[in-house]
C-alpha cells in the first residue's frame, strides 16, 4: 500500500509532496507507527561520519550500500545510528592504520534488493569511484524476505509459496549483479569487497502454524520451518557468489542466530558451525543449517556470549540491529555528514569492548574480520 504522504518516482526514490510543516509531520508519524505502510515505504538513510583520529592526516574511505539494516534504522524517520556496522568497521580500520576514515552509508530503508541494486549501488556509484575507498561493502535482500514471509502470513486456503521463491530469485540476481557492478566500476584501488548476510528476524515469533493449508497434507504449516529455508539459500547465494566473484562473505546469520559456545558437545563452537564453508554444496548447506545443526539456531534477541550470558541484538521491533552511540539525523528531513574522536583510543586484539553486545557491534565487527592489514 502505497503511503498517502508520498509520491513514488519512476525510479522508486520517496519524493515528498508538497504539504504544510503540521500535515508533513503527522504524516512521519504514520510511517512511525503505520505497520504495514512502513513495509510498503521506502526511505532514503544516508550518512557520512568520519573517525577522525587526533595526530593523523591520512583519511581513507568505507562506502556500504543496502537497506534499512546498514541505514542503522532507529525507528525513526528523522534520524539513524551513528553507529551502525559500516561505521563500526571504519573505527576498527582507523586504529589499525592509525588513519582517519569517512564511513559513507548509501541505504534506503524498506527497499528490496532490485532497488538497492539500480538506485543505490547504480545510480550511487560515484561514492565508491573515489580514490580514497579502500572498502566497498553492501547488504540486500532482507526486505524480499521481509515482504514474502508478510505475503504467506496472510494466505488463507492452501499455501502458495511462490511470494518465497519469487523473493530467493531476485535476491540471487541482485546479488549477482550487484558484485559484478562493484567489480567493474569500484575504483581500483579498493582493498576489500564484502556483502553481509541475513540473520533471521523473528526467529521465535515465526515458531507458529499459519492459516493456509498445505497442498500435500491438507494440514496448516509451521511458518518458520517453511520460511527457514529460503533464507538459508539466500545466505547460501550471497557467500557463494561472494567467493566466485572475489568479494567476502560476512556471515550474520552464524554471528546472530547461534551461541559462542559448544552448546549441543559436538566439540564445535555453535557460531563456527553455523558458518558458511567455501566451496561446499546448497544441499549440504542447506541441509546443515535447517536439520543436521537446527537445534543450535536461537532468536538473536538472546544472543548468548558464554552459558550465563546473554545479549540482545534486536531492537523492540524484532527486526533491527541494537546499536551504541545515540543517533544522528537521516531520513525525512535530510541527512547528516560529520566526523569525531573515536570511541576506544585503542583495540587491542581486534576487538572492542562491546564487540558482541550489541547487533551492530557484532555485524560490524564481522566485516572486520576481513579488513586488509594497511590501506
Known sequence: MKSKCFAVKGDGDLKPKRQPTVLAAWCALALLTGGAEVMASTLNQNVSWTIDRPGTSAKYRVVAYGDSIYAGYSSSVFNAAKYAAPTVDAEYLSAAWNADVESVRRAKSGAVASDVYHNKIVAERSY???ASTRVVTFEMCGNDGL???SAFREQGGTCNVAVMENALQSCKTHVAAAMDFINANAYSGVKLKVISNLYYPGYAADNQQSTCTSPSTGRTV???DTFLPYLTKMNYWMCEFARQKGFKCTDN?????AADYDSNGDGMIDTDGLRYIAGESEASYVTRITSTLKSTIRDANTKFV???TSHDYIQSDDTHPTFSGGTVRSGLFGDTTGSGAPRFTSIPGGKNP???TLGHERMGWAVST???VSP
Not at 253 to 257: I, K, S, V
Open 128 to 130: 565508491m569511484q573515489d
Open 147 to 149: 515482504q514474502a514471509r
Open 222 to 224: 509451521n511458518m518458520r
Open 253 to 257: 546469520f552464524a554471528e546472530y542466530m
Open 306 to 308: 558464554s552459558p550465563g
Open 354 to 356: 562491546i564487540w558482541n
Open 370 to 372: 576481513s579488513n586488509p
